[in-house]
């Protein structure tokens, strides 16, 4: 069940309707027993679909924070094979509220320098990068 909610969640991807209907779905998978197990799996989406907005921060957002500090090395691998922009903006979250934040920085700086990724996502990690170096 957890699995064909999950597809179901892709497939929404790009809708006008996801950020509403992702809560949904969310809700369901919640309501199924998912836990920390189902975080790659959200964050392959993202990984999928790199440009897309899912929300600010959105519902698969909330799930996956629900499993802090536990979700944080995953999301670093996420990023490490496929950073998108909601990932990179979810490590710019996670650099704001730890005291451990130089690995995370250099991780962005180093998306930001990635000339295989598209020029928003560079972009975004710049800003974050800037941001964090400023403060």
Known sequence: MIESLLKELEDLV???YFEFDS???MDKIESEGAGPEI???LLGIMERHPLEDFGMPGAMVH???KFDPEYIPILIKSIQRRPSMHTVWMLNRCINGTKDADKYIDLLK???EDE???EDIRD???E???YQMDE
């Open 23 to 25: 809560e949904e779905i």
């Open 14 to 16: 790009g809708s006008d």
């Open 110 to 112: 180093a998306v930001s």
């Open 128 to 130: 974050f990068y800037e």
């Open 39 to 41: 975080i790659e799996d």
């Open 116 to 118: 295989s990724l598209e």
């Open 124 to 126: 975004s990690a710049l």
């Open 63 to 65: 799930f996956i924070e």
